[in-house]
Protein backbone atom coordinates (compact mmCIF):
# COMPACT_ATOMS: atom_id res chain seq x y z
CA UNK A 1 0.00 0.00 0.00
CA UNK A 2 2.38 2.35 1.12
CA UNK A 3 4.90 1.76 -2.00
CA UNK A 4 1.95 2.86 -4.26
CA UNK A 5 1.10 5.50 -2.27
CA UNK A 6 4.55 6.74 -2.74
CA UNK A 7 4.82 5.87 -5.91
CA UNK A 8 1.80 8.10 -6.93
CA UNK A 9 3.13 11.07 -5.29
CA UNK A 10 6.99 10.76 -6.58
CA UNK A 11 5.73 10.16 -10.33
CA UNK A 12 4.79 14.19 -10.30
CA UNK A 13 8.99 14.97 -10.78
CA UNK A 14 12.10 12.75 -11.21
CA UNK A 15 13.13 15.86 -8.58
CA UNK A 16 11.24 14.31 -5.98
CA UNK A 17 12.55 10.83 -5.45
CA UNK A 18 15.10 11.51 -2.14
CA UNK A 19 12.04 13.36 -0.79
CA UNK A 20 9.74 10.69 -0.72
CA UNK A 21 12.54 8.54 0.29
CA UNK A 22 12.99 10.85 3.18
CA UNK A 23 9.34 11.75 4.03
CA UNK A 24 6.30 9.75 3.08
CA UNK A 25 3.80 12.26 1.42
CA UNK A 26 0.16 12.26 1.72
CA UNK A 27 -1.93 10.41 -0.67
CA UNK A 28 -3.50 12.91 -3.20
CA UNK A 29 -6.00 10.69 -5.54
CA UNK A 30 -6.82 12.73 -9.22
CA UNK A 31 -10.28 10.93 -8.60
CA UNK A 32 -12.60 14.18 -7.98
CA UNK A 33 -16.07 11.84 -8.67
CA UNK A 34 -16.90 8.85 -7.36
CA UNK A 35 -20.35 6.66 -7.20
CA UNK A 36 -20.42 3.57 -5.16
CA UNK A 37 -22.22 1.69 -2.56
CA UNK A 38 -18.92 0.76 -1.32
CA UNK A 39 -16.02 3.98 -1.27
CA UNK A 40 -12.97 2.53 -3.59
CA UNK A 41 -9.68 2.22 -0.99
CA UNK A 42 -6.72 4.82 -1.50
CA UNK A 43 -5.04 1.85 -3.42
CA UNK A 44 -7.94 1.71 -5.96
CA UNK A 45 -8.02 5.17 -6.98
CA UNK A 46 -4.37 5.09 -6.88
CA UNK A 47 -4.30 2.18 -9.90
CA UNK A 48 -7.03 4.44 -11.87
CA UNK A 49 -5.03 7.08 -11.78
CA UNK A 50 -1.72 5.04 -12.82
CA UNK A 51 -3.89 3.51 -15.91
CA UNK A 52 -4.94 6.97 -17.11
CA UNK A 53 -1.41 8.11 -16.74
CA UNK A 54 -0.14 4.56 -18.66
CA UNK A 55 1.43 3.26 -15.81
CA UNK A 56 -0.88 0.41 -15.07
CA UNK A 57 0.98 -2.21 -16.55
CA UNK A 58 -0.54 -5.22 -15.41
CA UNK A 59 -4.09 -4.07 -17.53
CA UNK A 60 -4.94 -5.08 -20.73
CA UNK A 61 -7.49 -4.85 -23.67
CA UNK A 62 -10.27 -7.38 -23.74
CA UNK A 63 -12.78 -5.27 -25.94
CA UNK A 64 -13.96 -1.81 -27.17
CA UNK A 65 -17.19 -0.51 -28.16
CA UNK A 66 -18.99 2.23 -29.70
CA UNK A 67 -17.59 4.88 -26.96
CA UNK A 68 -15.79 3.07 -24.66
CA UNK A 69 -12.69 0.53 -23.90
CA UNK A 70 -12.51 -2.24 -21.40
CA UNK A 71 -9.48 -3.37 -19.63
CA UNK A 72 -8.69 -6.04 -17.48
CA UNK A 73 -6.61 -5.68 -14.39
CA UNK A 74 -5.64 -9.50 -12.89
CA UNK A 75 -3.75 -7.97 -9.65
CA UNK A 76 -7.16 -6.36 -8.74
CA UNK A 77 -9.49 -8.62 -10.32
CA UNK A 78 -11.67 -6.04 -11.66
CA UNK A 79 -12.41 -4.58 -15.34
CA UNK A 80 -11.79 -0.74 -15.67
CA UNK A 81 -13.77 0.81 -18.67
CA UNK A 82 -12.46 4.46 -19.86
CA UNK A 83 -14.88 6.52 -22.41
CA UNK A 84 -13.62 7.29 -25.22
CA UNK A 85 -13.98 9.88 -28.07
CA UNK A 86 -16.68 8.85 -31.13
CA UNK A 87 -17.16 11.64 -33.49
CA UNK A 88 -20.63 10.02 -34.53
CA UNK A 89 -21.85 9.27 -31.39
CA UNK A 90 -23.48 12.31 -29.19
CA UNK A 91 -21.58 12.82 -25.79
CA UNK A 92 -23.70 11.90 -22.87
CA UNK A 93 -24.30 13.16 -19.51
CA UNK A 94 -24.00 11.09 -16.38
CA UNK A 95 -27.79 10.57 -16.16
CA UNK A 96 -28.50 9.25 -19.62
CA UNK A 97 -28.61 5.68 -21.02
CA UNK A 98 -25.15 4.83 -22.74
CA UNK A 99 -23.05 6.40 -20.56
CA UNK A 100 -20.58 4.68 -18.02
CA UNK A 101 -22.16 6.71 -15.33
CA UNK A 102 -25.63 5.34 -15.93
CA UNK A 103 -24.35 1.85 -16.87
CA UNK A 104 -23.13 1.94 -13.14
CA UNK A 105 -26.73 2.94 -11.87
CA UNK A 106 -27.82 -0.24 -13.76
CA UNK A 107 -25.22 -2.89 -12.59
CA UNK A 108 -26.22 -1.50 -8.84
CA UNK A 109 -29.65 -2.06 -9.36
CA UNK A 110 -29.15 -5.99 -10.21
CA UNK A 111 -30.89 -8.55 -8.12
CA UNK A 112 -28.70 -10.45 -6.18
CA UNK A 113 -30.12 -13.31 -7.51
CA UNK A 114 -28.99 -12.85 -10.68
CA UNK A 115 -26.31 -15.23 -11.00
CA UNK A 116 -23.14 -14.83 -13.11
CA UNK A 117 -23.84 -11.26 -14.41
CA UNK A 118 -20.97 -8.30 -14.46
CA UNK A 119 -21.71 -6.89 -10.99
CA UNK A 120 -20.97 -2.82 -10.35
CA UNK A 121 -18.02 -1.44 -7.89
CA UNK A 122 -17.90 2.38 -8.83
CA UNK A 123 -18.21 4.83 -11.19
CA UNK A 124 -15.36 7.69 -11.41
CA UNK A 125 -14.71 10.96 -12.93
CA UNK A 126 -10.54 12.11 -12.65
CA UNK A 127 -9.22 16.18 -12.73
CA UNK A 128 -8.23 15.26 -16.06
CA UNK A 129 -11.48 14.60 -17.61
CA UNK A 130 -10.95 11.03 -17.42
CA UNK A 131 -14.61 8.54 -16.95
CA UNK A 132 -14.12 5.24 -15.95
CA UNK A 133 -16.45 2.31 -14.71
CA UNK A 134 -14.88 -0.46 -12.40
CA UNK A 135 -16.80 -3.91 -12.49
CA UNK A 136 -15.95 -7.32 -11.42
CA UNK A 137 -14.37 -9.46 -14.38
CA UNK A 138 -16.57 -11.86 -15.65
CA UNK A 139 -14.81 -15.29 -17.07
CA UNK A 140 -15.49 -17.13 -19.67
CA UNK A 141 -16.40 -16.43 -24.07
CA UNK A 142 -18.63 -15.97 -26.16
CA UNK A 143 -20.10 -18.69 -28.23
CA UNK A 144 -18.22 -20.05 -30.94
CA UNK A 145 -19.69 -23.46 -33.47
CA UNK A 146 -16.44 -25.04 -33.23
CA UNK A 147 -14.75 -24.48 -30.10
CA UNK A 148 -17.52 -23.28 -27.46
CA UNK A 149 -21.05 -24.53 -28.77
CA UNK A 150 -23.82 -23.04 -27.37
CA UNK A 151 -26.33 -25.88 -25.64
CA UNK A 152 -29.34 -26.64 -24.40
CA UNK A 153 -28.42 -26.18 -20.83
CA UNK A 154 -27.17 -23.03 -22.02
CA UNK A 155 -30.55 -22.10 -22.60
CA UNK A 156 -31.70 -22.83 -19.62
CA UNK A 157 -29.72 -21.51 -17.32
CA UNK A 158 -29.63 -18.35 -19.56
CA UNK A 159 -33.62 -17.86 -19.52
CA UNK A 160 -33.43 -18.21 -15.72
CA UNK A 161 -30.85 -15.39 -15.68
CA UNK A 162 -33.44 -13.51 -17.51
CA UNK A 163 -36.17 -13.59 -15.79
CA UNK A 164 -34.11 -12.56 -12.95
CA UNK A 165 -33.54 -9.48 -14.90
CA UNK A 166 -37.22 -8.74 -15.40
CA UNK A 167 -38.09 -9.08 -11.94
CA UNK A 168 -35.31 -6.39 -11.32
CA UNK A 169 -37.30 -4.33 -14.04
CA UNK A 170 -34.02 -4.14 -16.12
CA UNK A 171 -34.18 -4.46 -19.87
CA UNK A 172 -30.46 -5.54 -20.94
CA UNK A 173 -30.76 -4.19 -24.30
CA UNK A 174 -27.98 -5.80 -26.02
CA UNK A 175 -27.82 -9.60 -25.02
CA UNK A 176 -25.64 -10.26 -28.26
CA UNK A 177 -23.37 -12.86 -28.19
CA UNK A 178 -19.96 -10.59 -27.10
CA UNK A 179 -22.12 -10.01 -24.27
CA UNK A 180 -23.45 -13.59 -23.24
CA UNK A 181 -20.23 -15.17 -21.96
CA UNK A 182 -20.49 -18.98 -22.07
CA UNK A 183 -17.67 -20.53 -18.96
CA UNK A 184 -16.27 -24.31 -17.91
CA UNK A 185 -19.22 -24.72 -15.63
CA UNK A 186 -22.09 -24.42 -18.99
CA UNK A 187 -23.07 -20.62 -17.69
CA UNK A 188 -24.21 -17.68 -18.96
CA UNK A 189 -22.48 -15.20 -17.81
CA UNK A 190 -24.08 -11.24 -18.91
CA UNK A 191 -21.87 -8.51 -19.59
CA UNK A 192 -22.07 -4.78 -20.55
CA UNK A 193 -25.07 -2.93 -19.35
CA UNK A 194 -24.03 0.44 -21.03
CA UNK A 195 -27.72 0.23 -22.91
CA UNK A 196 -29.49 -1.24 -20.02
CA UNK A 197 -32.81 0.61 -19.40
CA UNK A 198 -35.62 0.30 -16.08
CA UNK A 199 -38.75 -0.26 -17.77
CA UNK A 200 -42.68 0.34 -16.62
CA UNK A 201 -44.58 -2.37 -17.50
CA UNK A 202 -47.30 -0.43 -17.96
CA UNK A 203 -45.84 2.22 -20.18
CA UNK A 204 -43.90 -0.78 -21.96
CA UNK A 205 -40.84 1.53 -22.13
CA UNK A 206 -38.14 0.06 -24.59
CA UNK A 207 -34.57 -0.18 -25.06
CA UNK A 208 -34.95 2.68 -27.42
CA UNK A 209 -36.68 4.62 -25.10
CA UNK A 210 -40.07 4.85 -26.60
CA UNK A 211 -43.40 4.51 -25.73
CA UNK A 212 -45.38 2.02 -26.70
CA UNK A 213 -43.26 1.22 -29.75
CA UNK A 214 -41.30 -1.90 -29.66
CA UNK A 215 -43.55 -4.12 -27.95
CA UNK A 216 -47.47 -4.39 -29.42
CA UNK A 217 -49.43 -3.96 -26.40
CA UNK A 218 -50.01 -7.31 -25.41
CA UNK A 219 -46.65 -8.52 -24.70
CA UNK A 220 -44.91 -7.18 -21.47
CA UNK A 221 -41.27 -5.91 -21.70
CA UNK A 222 -39.22 -8.75 -21.08
CA UNK A 223 -35.42 -9.77 -21.57
CA UNK A 224 -36.19 -12.98 -23.53
CA UNK A 225 -37.57 -10.68 -26.00
CA UNK A 226 -34.35 -8.93 -26.24
CA UNK A 227 -32.53 -11.98 -26.85
CA UNK A 228 -34.32 -13.25 -29.54
CA UNK A 229 -34.06 -9.70 -31.20
CA UNK A 230 -30.07 -9.54 -30.28
CA UNK A 231 -28.84 -12.59 -29.47
CA UNK A 232 -30.46 -15.72 -30.74
CA UNK A 233 -30.20 -15.08 -34.16
CA UNK A 234 -26.69 -15.29 -34.02
CA UNK A 235 -26.73 -18.57 -32.48
CA UNK A 236 -29.04 -19.91 -34.48
CA UNK A 237 -27.27 -18.39 -37.94
CA UNK A 238 -23.60 -20.22 -36.70
CA UNK A 239 -25.67 -23.69 -37.11
CA UNK A 240 -25.99 -26.26 -39.94
CA UNK A 241 -29.52 -25.47 -41.63
CA UNK A 242 -30.09 -29.47 -40.74
CA UNK A 243 -29.87 -28.45 -36.65
CA UNK A 244 -31.70 -25.20 -36.88
CA UNK A 245 -35.13 -25.69 -36.77
CA UNK A 246 -34.47 -28.67 -33.85
CA UNK A 247 -32.62 -26.04 -32.33
CA UNK A 248 -35.30 -23.47 -32.11
CA UNK A 249 -37.96 -26.10 -30.64
CA UNK A 250 -35.64 -27.19 -27.54
CA UNK A 251 -35.33 -23.42 -27.10
CA UNK A 252 -39.14 -22.57 -27.19
CA UNK A 253 -40.17 -25.63 -24.89
CA UNK A 254 -37.59 -24.70 -22.52
CA UNK A 255 -38.96 -20.98 -22.56
CA UNK A 256 -42.71 -22.03 -21.50
CA UNK A 257 -41.09 -22.49 -17.53
CA UNK A 258 -40.15 -18.73 -18.61
CA UNK A 259 -43.47 -17.42 -19.52
CA UNK A 260 -45.20 -19.50 -16.77
CA UNK A 261 -43.35 -17.59 -14.04
CA UNK A 262 -43.86 -14.04 -15.93
CA UNK A 263 -47.90 -14.90 -16.23
CA UNK A 264 -47.69 -15.25 -12.13
CA UNK A 265 -45.91 -11.94 -11.84
CA UNK A 266 -48.17 -10.49 -14.23
CA UNK A 267 -51.47 -11.86 -12.24
CA UNK A 268 -49.81 -10.43 -9.12
CA UNK A 269 -49.53 -7.25 -10.57
CA UNK A 270 -52.86 -6.60 -12.29
CA UNK A 271 -54.07 -7.79 -8.57
CA UNK A 272 -51.98 -5.53 -6.47
CA UNK A 273 -52.57 -2.40 -9.08
CA UNK A 274 -55.70 -3.29 -10.15
CA UNK A 275 -53.96 -2.75 -13.86
CA UNK A 276 -55.77 -4.69 -16.71
CA UNK A 277 -53.08 -6.87 -17.95
CA UNK A 278 -55.69 -9.71 -19.44
CA UNK A 279 -54.38 -9.36 -23.08
CA UNK A 280 -51.00 -10.10 -21.61
CA UNK A 281 -51.38 -12.34 -19.52
CA UNK A 282 -53.89 -14.21 -22.53
CA UNK A 283 -50.98 -13.95 -24.86
CA UNK A 284 -48.69 -16.07 -22.54
CA UNK A 285 -50.97 -18.62 -21.71
CA UNK A 286 -51.98 -18.90 -25.55
CA UNK A 287 -48.09 -19.07 -25.98
CA UNK A 288 -47.09 -21.89 -23.26
CA UNK A 289 -49.91 -24.16 -25.01
CA UNK A 290 -48.31 -23.84 -28.44
CA UNK A 291 -44.88 -24.15 -27.55
CA UNK A 292 -45.94 -27.56 -25.65
CA UNK A 293 -47.32 -28.79 -28.83
CA UNK A 294 -44.74 -26.86 -31.38
CA UNK A 295 -45.36 -27.71 -34.97
CA UNK A 296 -44.09 -26.19 -37.83
CA UNK A 297 -46.40 -23.64 -38.25
CA UNK A 298 -45.42 -22.11 -34.92
CA UNK A 299 -42.16 -22.32 -35.85
CA UNK A 300 -42.19 -20.57 -38.56
CA UNK A 301 -44.47 -17.75 -36.80
CA UNK A 302 -41.63 -17.10 -34.47
CA UNK A 303 -39.07 -16.69 -36.69
CA UNK A 304 -40.96 -14.58 -38.76
CA UNK A 305 -41.28 -12.47 -35.72
CA UNK A 306 -37.60 -12.89 -34.76
CA UNK A 307 -36.40 -11.54 -38.34
CA UNK A 308 -38.21 -8.29 -37.76
CA UNK A 309 -37.16 -7.60 -34.31
CA UNK A 310 -33.63 -8.90 -35.58
CA UNK A 311 -33.71 -6.40 -38.39
CA UNK A 312 -34.75 -3.53 -36.62
CA UNK A 313 -32.24 -3.51 -34.06
CA UNK A 314 -28.84 -4.12 -37.07
CA UNK A 315 -31.14 -0.77 -38.69
CA UNK A 316 -30.29 1.08 -36.08
CA UNK A 317 -27.24 0.23 -34.38
CA UNK A 318 -24.50 2.63 -33.83
CA UNK A 319 -21.41 3.28 -36.33
CA UNK A 320 -18.63 1.30 -34.80
CA UNK A 321 -15.08 1.04 -35.96
CA UNK A 322 -13.92 -1.78 -34.78
CA UNK A 323 -16.26 -3.94 -35.90
CA UNK A 324 -14.85 -7.07 -37.73
CA UNK A 325 -17.93 -6.32 -40.32
CA UNK A 326 -18.21 -1.89 -40.09
CA UNK A 327 -21.76 -1.05 -39.52
CA UNK A 328 -23.02 0.47 -42.91
CA UNK A 329 -26.05 2.60 -42.92
CA UNK A 330 -26.15 2.03 -46.23
CA UNK A 331 -27.39 -1.13 -45.52
CA UNK A 332 -30.54 -0.23 -43.73
CA UNK A 333 -32.05 -0.12 -47.42
CA UNK A 334 -32.57 -4.07 -47.99
CA UNK A 335 -32.91 -4.31 -43.92
CA UNK A 336 -35.60 -2.10 -43.72
CA UNK A 337 -37.62 -3.73 -46.75
CA UNK A 338 -36.78 -7.15 -45.63
CA UNK A 339 -38.58 -6.52 -42.05
CA UNK A 340 -41.33 -5.36 -43.95
CA UNK A 341 -41.62 -8.42 -45.94
CA UNK A 342 -41.55 -10.09 -42.42
CA UNK A 343 -44.29 -8.58 -40.92
CA UNK A 344 -46.71 -8.55 -43.94
CA UNK A 345 -45.99 -12.69 -44.00
CA UNK A 346 -46.90 -12.74 -40.35
CA UNK A 347 -49.91 -10.49 -40.49
CA UNK A 348 -51.69 -12.69 -43.34
CA UNK A 349 -51.25 -16.23 -42.49
CA UNK A 350 -55.04 -16.84 -42.00
CA UNK A 351 -56.14 -20.17 -42.24
CA UNK A 352 -52.24 -21.63 -42.35
CA UNK A 353 -52.41 -22.84 -38.81
CA UNK A 354 -53.24 -26.06 -37.56
CA UNK A 355 -53.67 -25.52 -33.56
CA UNK A 356 -53.86 -22.69 -31.14
CA UNK A 357 -55.78 -19.70 -32.70
CA UNK A 358 -55.48 -17.52 -29.70
CA UNK A 359 -51.41 -17.46 -30.02
CA UNK A 360 -51.92 -17.24 -34.15
CA UNK A 361 -54.40 -14.50 -33.78
CA UNK A 362 -51.58 -12.71 -31.51
CA UNK A 363 -49.39 -13.24 -33.75
CA UNK A 364 -50.91 -12.21 -36.84
CA UNK A 365 -51.56 -9.09 -34.65
CA UNK A 366 -47.68 -8.47 -34.11
CA UNK A 367 -47.39 -8.43 -37.63
CA UNK A 368 -49.94 -5.62 -38.18
CA UNK A 369 -48.18 -3.77 -35.48
CA UNK A 370 -45.65 -3.74 -37.22
CA UNK A 371 -46.33 -3.05 -40.06
CA UNK A 372 -47.96 -0.02 -38.67
CA UNK A 373 -44.50 0.89 -37.09
CA UNK A 374 -43.09 0.62 -41.08
CA UNK A 375 -44.82 3.56 -42.61
CA UNK A 376 -44.38 5.48 -38.80
CA UNK A 377 -40.18 4.85 -38.42
CA UNK A 378 -38.76 3.18 -41.66
CA UNK A 379 -40.26 5.67 -44.00
CA UNK A 380 -38.59 8.45 -42.20
CA UNK A 381 -35.53 6.82 -41.89
CA UNK A 382 -35.04 5.89 -45.63
CA UNK A 383 -35.97 9.66 -46.04
CA UNK A 384 -33.33 10.95 -43.83
CA UNK A 385 -30.57 8.36 -45.46
CA UNK A 386 -31.54 9.79 -48.86
CA UNK A 387 -31.10 13.80 -47.57
CA UNK A 388 -27.50 12.74 -45.70
CA UNK A 389 -26.53 11.28 -49.38
CA UNK A 390 -28.12 14.14 -51.18
CA UNK A 391 -26.04 16.72 -48.64
CA UNK A 392 -28.67 18.07 -47.20
CA UNK A 393 -27.82 16.42 -43.70
CA UNK A 394 -25.03 16.42 -41.52
CA UNK A 395 -22.95 13.39 -40.83
CA UNK A 396 -24.29 12.31 -38.04
CA UNK A 397 -23.12 8.85 -38.65
CA UNK A 398 -20.06 7.94 -41.37
CA UNK A 399 -21.16 5.84 -44.65
CA UNK A 400 -19.48 3.04 -45.32
CA UNK A 401 -18.39 0.87 -48.12
CA UNK A 402 -21.75 2.62 -50.50
CA UNK A 403 -20.58 -0.33 -52.78
CA UNK A 404 -22.20 -2.59 -50.70
CA UNK A 405 -25.87 -2.00 -52.15
CA UNK A 406 -25.77 -5.58 -53.47
CA UNK A 407 -24.87 -7.29 -50.60
CA UNK A 408 -28.02 -9.23 -49.74
CA UNK A 409 -26.74 -11.52 -47.82
CA UNK A 410 -27.69 -12.76 -44.38
CA UNK A 411 -30.67 -10.82 -44.15
CA UNK A 412 -32.54 -14.09 -42.62
CA UNK A 413 -31.94 -15.13 -39.44
CA UNK A 414 -32.62 -19.32 -40.39
CA UNK A 415 -30.52 -19.77 -43.56
CA UNK A 416 -32.12 -22.45 -45.62
CA UNK A 417 -34.57 -23.65 -43.39
CA UNK A 418 -37.08 -26.17 -44.50
CA UNK A 419 -39.36 -25.13 -41.98
CA UNK A 420 -39.38 -21.48 -43.18
CA UNK A 421 -39.74 -19.94 -46.65
CA UNK A 422 -39.24 -15.84 -46.23
CA UNK A 423 -40.07 -15.11 -50.27
CA UNK A 424 -38.65 -11.43 -51.78
CA UNK A 425 -42.25 -9.71 -51.77
CA UNK A 426 -40.09 -6.29 -53.09
CA UNK A 427 -37.42 -7.14 -55.01
CA UNK A 428 -38.38 -4.97 -57.73
CA UNK A 429 -38.71 -2.01 -55.85
CA UNK A 430 -35.89 -2.85 -53.77
CA UNK A 431 -33.34 -2.64 -56.94
CA UNK A 432 -34.98 0.67 -57.80
CA UNK A 433 -34.11 1.68 -54.05
CA UNK A 434 -30.84 0.94 -54.72
CA UNK A 435 -29.81 2.59 -57.77
CA UNK A 436 -31.94 5.54 -56.53
CA UNK A 437 -29.52 5.87 -53.35
CA UNK A 438 -26.23 5.05 -55.09
CA UNK A 439 -27.02 8.09 -57.27
CA UNK A 440 -27.35 10.14 -54.62
CA UNK A 441 -24.40 9.11 -53.19
CA UNK A 442 -22.53 9.93 -56.38
CA UNK A 443 -24.09 13.20 -57.49
CA UNK A 444 -25.89 14.65 -54.70
CA UNK A 445 -28.03 17.90 -55.21
CA UNK A 446 -27.05 17.29 -59.24
CA UNK A 447 -29.05 13.30 -58.56
CA UNK A 448 -31.58 12.98 -61.04
CA UNK A 449 -33.69 11.17 -58.39
CA UNK A 450 -33.33 13.75 -55.85
CA UNK A 451 -34.83 17.02 -58.88
CA UNK A 452 -37.40 15.20 -59.26
CA UNK A 453 -38.14 13.84 -56.21
CA UNK A 454 -38.25 9.92 -57.08
CA UNK A 455 -36.90 8.65 -54.25
CA UNK A 456 -39.49 9.70 -52.12
CA UNK A 457 -42.29 8.77 -54.54
CA UNK A 458 -40.54 5.03 -54.47
CA UNK A 459 -40.29 5.17 -50.91
CA UNK A 460 -43.92 5.53 -50.55
CA UNK A 461 -45.16 2.88 -52.99
CA UNK A 462 -43.31 0.49 -50.90
CA UNK A 463 -44.48 1.17 -47.62
CA UNK A 464 -48.22 2.18 -48.90
CA UNK A 465 -48.58 -1.20 -49.91
Not at 31 to 38: A, D, G, I, L, R
Not at 150 to 166: A, C, P, Q, S, V
Request: aromatic letters at 14%; proline letters at 3%.
Amino acid sequence: MLLSVQYSVCRQSSNSINMCKKTPLSFKSKVVYEKSQTPLTSYEKDYIDRFEEGYAQDSYLIGEGVTAKAYYSPNNNFVIKQHKYNQYVPEKRREEMGSLAYENEMLLKIDPNVKTTQRGRAYVETEDGGKFLISSFVDGKPADRYTNPFTEKHIDRLLRNLYRLDKSKIIHSDLSRPNLLLDQDNNVNIIDYQWADVYNIYEKYSNFALRNSFYPYFESPNNASMFEAAGLAGYVKQMPTSGQEDFLKKYYVNKIDYIEKNIHRLEDISKQHCENLTDTITFDKSRVKAYGSIDSSILEAEVLKMNILNLHRRQYSCYDENKVEPRNILRTIPLTIRAKECAELLANHQGKYSCDETYHSYMRKYGEFWLKNMRNWYTASLKWIFKLMAKEECDPAKIMFPNKFNDFSNLDIVSGSNSVNIPRIYKKEDLKLREIFQDAYTFGKNSKWFKKDEAFKTIERIFAR
